[in-house]
């Protein structure tokens, strides 16, 4: 399977699909149940219901603007971080609700972490700096922090790379290097679920193809949601996919049958490259 | 449909051969010209003001040369003078300045850019921006009829019962000097630390903070981990443009800082700055004394320069920080 495989808008065709494993019937992490977003006075998703697979990829795929980014967000509480941002409605974590009273999102983040769409690696820190800044954060002083470091660069397969230039700069990696620093500042604090926002859209084809390498490897350990405009993307690491439309969910499939038989002709128009 | 072809509108749309010569762009050269003259101007004017400066203390400076600013006498009557006392009041009463205004203005800065909710920002920004725009002598009258007795009443017996001890409370203080004069200045700095603070944590790149708290920063975490390490040098710039205005501020300290040529570790104790002494003898002096306040204002002029010009870059840097959030 190519991992480049061009996009094109005009592949009429469904995309053939190798799922990563078979999907077993898995127990579901967290859920949302009538969420719904604002900024400000528009609404960006309009009543979303949708299960997360427990240690499963779940791919979240729709055209720009459909509230994908929107979602993902609030399944952190990131999305009120927005100035005139609101959301309504129950997103359950362990069938506890985020959303509840008297929870903190700042303990909802250290359970749910977040890879952001443009690599951010803290600039006044070093790598190793970088790694350890989420313990930092919280007040923990993990007993052994070469070894965390270690462990969270392997990983992400950057060990190799920068093993010898720890306290250099985190950005003075590549864009691809720094997106896997990133991914692991999220695994060092041992998160239940890791969200990804587009993490390879300001990455390269070859930068890109080792990030979904590392999805596969450590989707069998991590619920994973990932936001994608790629579909590809989604039909090469994802187990379920999900298709939002206009702040809508159109489908929820296990991704081989969503790219084989779509239900909806919407998600049919989407995937064969009629619209979005 | 068959779209025209660019061969049926020739003649239409090619009447006949364009000139290459010609004047189409006056316009623009006469706005170009134009703006160059005015800004051309400007700098003439700071030339001829420094020349000038430099011309008219001319007398002073070959009379006392370096020792001016190391002598403290000023006598009118043996035309002696030194500007060491209003060196030391310039420099203390903009440093006590500072100390007082900084983590107030700092503190303001991170409300409106971090904690403020965004219907608040608008309003509280312009209101502390309008601090800026009263006059300085209005400062000046308020300090007078206001600040005065507050400071001798309440404020001086407090400071002498706590910390009386310390050298910089002694004396008699009737509300007037180094004290309220600081304090003074500090109220006038802080709109302009305050709201280029404000600016320069707004330029941190939104990224940092939503990094940090994806983490499970707290707000205050992720501003103090991330976005303060990141904009360093643009606050130490707003600090800088605060002092520059803090040391060439004239007519509110001259009301309240007592005006005595004077050097005393004690804050209570009056004394004057740079700016004060020129504003209140400029007008009877002549000759000799003329050319020393000249000078005085030139060592100013120099002092205010170099703060500016060093904060301006500081917060120039800050603007163009790897990965900054603001693209100009």
């Known amino acids: 399977m190519s991992m480049m495989m061009a996009q094109s808008k005009s592949e009429s065709q469904p995309i053939p699909v190798t799922p990563p494993r078979a999907a077993v019937a898995p127990g579901i992490k967290m859920e949302a149940k009538g969420l719904k977003a604002w900024f400000g006075k528009s609404q960006a998703l309009k009543g979303i219901d949708l299960p997360l697979a427990e240690n499963q990829v779940t791919a979240i795929i729709g055209p720009s603007g459909c509230g994908k980014s929107t979602f993902v967000r609030c399944l952190n509480r990131m999305h009120e971080v927005v100035p005139g941002a609101h959301a309504t409605g129950t997103v359950t974590l362990d069938g506890a609700d985020i959303y509840g009273a008297g929870t903190d999102p700042v303990l909802v983040r250290r359970r749910v972490g977040m890879v952001f769409q443009k690599p951010n690696p803290f600039p006044t820190m070093s790598i190793r700096e970088n790694v350890l800044a989420g313990l930092r954060l919280n007040g923990r002083r993990p007993a052994d922090a070469a070894a965390l470091v270690e462990t969270s660069l392997r990983q992400v397969a950057l060990w190799d790379e920068v093993k010898d230039r720890l306290d250099r700069a985190g950005t003075s990696l590549s864009g691809g290097q720094q997106q896997r620093l990133c991914i692991a500042r999220a695994l060092a604090l041992e998160p239940e679920v890791l969200l990804m926002d587009e993490p390879c859209s300001a990455l390269d084809p070859i930068a890109t193809a080792r990030i979904e390498e590392l999805i596969h490897e450590i989707g069998q350990r991590y619920t994973i949601v990932i936001v994608t405009h790629n579909m590809q993307q989604a039909a090469r690491v994802s187990h379920y996919t999900a298709f939002f439309y206009m702040g809508e969910l159109i489908e929820h499939a296990p991704t081989d049958r969503m790219f084989t038989q779509p239900s909806n002709p919407k998600t049919e128009d989407y995937i064969t490259g009629r619209f979005g | ?328």
């Open chain 2, 1 to 328: 449909m068959k779209r025209p072809s660019a061969h049926d509108t020739e003649v239409a749309i090619r009447p006949a051969r364009r000139p290459l010569f010609g004047d189409v762009n006056l316009g623009d050269r006469l706005a170009q010209s134009g703006g160059a003259l005015i800004a051309g101007i400007v700098v003439v004017i700071l030339a001829a003001l420094v020349l000038q400066m430099i011309q008219a203390s001319t007398p002073a400076f070959s009379k006392f040369g370096l020792g001016f600013l190391f002598s403290s006498k000023w006598d009118p009557v043996k035309d002696d003078y030194g500007a060491l006392p209003f060196l030391y009041g310039t420099v203390v009463s903009s440093i006590g300045a500072l100390i007082i205004a900084v983590p107030v203005a700092f503190g303001v800065a991170i409300f409106l850019s971090e904690l403020a909710p965004s219907w608040l920002r608008g309003p509280v920004g312009f209101t502390i921006e309008l601090l800026a725009a009263i006059p300085s002598v209005v400062y000046g009258l308020w300090g007078i009829f206001v600040l005065k007795p507050f400071m001798a009443e309440y404020v001086g017996p407090v400071l002498k019962s706590t910390l009386g001890w310390l050298p910089l409370f002694q004396g008699p203080y009737d509300g007037l000097g180094m004290l309220t004069g600081a304090l003074i200045l500090s109220i006038m700095i802080l709109p302009t630390i305050a709201s280029i603070s404000r600016d320069v944590l707004r330029a941190a790149p939104p990224t940092l903070r939503e990094g940090a708290l994806a983490l499970g920063a707290t707000r205050w975490e992720a501003i103090r981990y991330a976005v303060l390490p990141n904009v360093r040098s643009g606050l130490v710039g707003a600090v800088l443009l605060g002092l520059g205005r803090a040391l060439g501020e004239t007519m509110a300290i001259t009301m309240v800082i007592g005006n005595k040529v004077d050097i005393s570790a004690s804050l209570f104790e009056k004394s004057s700055t740079m700016a004060s002494q020129i504003a209140n003898q400029y007008s009877e002096a002549s000759d000799m004394q003329l050319a020393a306040l000249t000078e005085i204002a030139l060592v100013l002029f120099a002092v205010t320069l170099l703060f500016n010009v060093g904060a301006r870059i500081l917060v120039w840097r800050t603007g163009r920080m790897p990965g900054g959030g603001r693209s100009a």
